[in-house]
């Protein structure tokens, strides 16, 4: 029993290489695949994600099914994120390699179809993503940014009601205070 949990059945060396090679193919391999596999926008997307974690299973863990070996396999991987993403906080341009740029699928309200074709991302897809965002069509956005994580950001033509509100009341508050200072007799305010 002992023997199975902790007796590696690869060579130690190996144990920690696989895991760093596995993620340096998948990183790579993301990368050309595009940001729309980060998107998830459709089942399929999810499906590719889910049977690429357990294709690439057997290659972090080998011939070896011990949990000392899960363990030290987990901390390589861990281990490994760790030093890129450090790395590559230090090394902004090779960031943008490495994780792209932000694409702007819609600009000033007009949908840049040739970059949702680059993306393939279908009008339908965006306009459900923009639902999920709270939108109820396309019309509504100005600016749609497919960010280099596949996160999608939209900004709408109307401010938000929160900055609308904000601006009320800032303009409720420039106006009491002109009246106090009418009935006081020193309109303008000085100010400090």
Known sequence: MWKDMFVLGIPLLEKILRPIVVYAFLVVGLRLAGKRELVQL?????????TLSNTVQNAIIGDDNSVLGGIIGATSLLATNFLVVRFLY??????????????????????????LKTELITMAQLEAAARKQGFSS???????????????????????????????????????????????????????
Do not use: Y
């Open 42 to 50: 459709n089942p399929f997307d999810l499906v590719v994600l889910l």
């Open 90 to 115: 230090r090394h902004r341009k090779l960031d943008q390699l490495v994780e792209g740029r932000a694409d702007v699928l819609i600009e000033n309200g007009k949908v840049r179809t040739e970059h």
């Open 138 to 192: 396309l019309s509504e956005v100005s600016q749609c940014i497919l960010e280099p994580g596949g996160t999608l950001t939209f900004l709408g033509k109307k401010p938000p009601a929160e900055e609308v509100r904000h601006r009320e009341l800032l303009g409720k508050m420039e106006s009491l205070a002109h009246e106090i200072a009418l009935m006081r007799g020193s309109w303008p305010p000085a100010r400090a």
